[in-house]
């Protein structure tokens, strides 16, 4: 279950990415890698969960302590210029939403007891 | 860009489910597309991002007018069968959060603009 981000007591913060892959990805990968690298090692940062379809299209959930954790992310310098290169090259359209996670359940292990 | 889910005004909440596939999925695609146009049918439902890649990892996102729209949605009783069902056979394993977003961007077309 290592795949799944942690579940620290609420509240705390998602960064919901959505997008839609480009078909020019060249670089794609390394950037991507070195990002969430980088996210890792900021204050605040509590995990991520991410996937993509065949058909390009992704979803990447970061979670974080605070606003402020997600704000120092965004002035991170490197994460800019991976932002103005990544946002234009390898993404033909995105949302992202900041959102503060109020309550939460995982499962199904012990689904029934909660029942 | 009909694909993504729409980004009314702000406040709005987010149920964002993470969820591992398990190897039985019988029944599952005709449950999960009822279980979409059942949301779609309830009062406050504001649209939904999914995803799912090639290792059975997805994140499916619902956006709901506030609390009471996802507790209606919750105890609909075609909403739980499919619940008992489905979280029982279909997933290895899943996560649950409930968000309320406060901000949102899209891009990146006018990206530039609002730099």
């Not at 605070?66 to 946002?87: C, F, P, V, Y």
């Not at 959102?99 to 939460?104: G, I, L, P, T």
Request: charged letters at 25%.
């Amino acid at each position: 279950m290592t795949k799944f981000a942690p579940m620290p007591e609420p509240p705390y913060y998602a960064v919901i990415f959505a997008n839609q892959a480009s078909a020019d990805l060249s670089g794609y990968d390394v950037m991507a890698e070195a990002m969430v690298a980088q996210a890792s090692s900021q204050p605040g940062f509590l995990g991520i969960d991410s996937t993509r379809a065949g058909d390009g299209f992704g979803i990447t959930i970061s979670y974080w302590k605070d606003e402020t954790s997600i704000r120092n992310w965004r002035d991170n310098l490197g994460h800019m210029a991976a932002q103005k290169l990544g946002m234009e090259r390898w993404y033909d359209h995105y949302t992202l939403r900041i959102a503060k996670v109020e309550r939460q359940y995982e499962g199904p292990e012990g689904r029934s007891a909660r029942q």
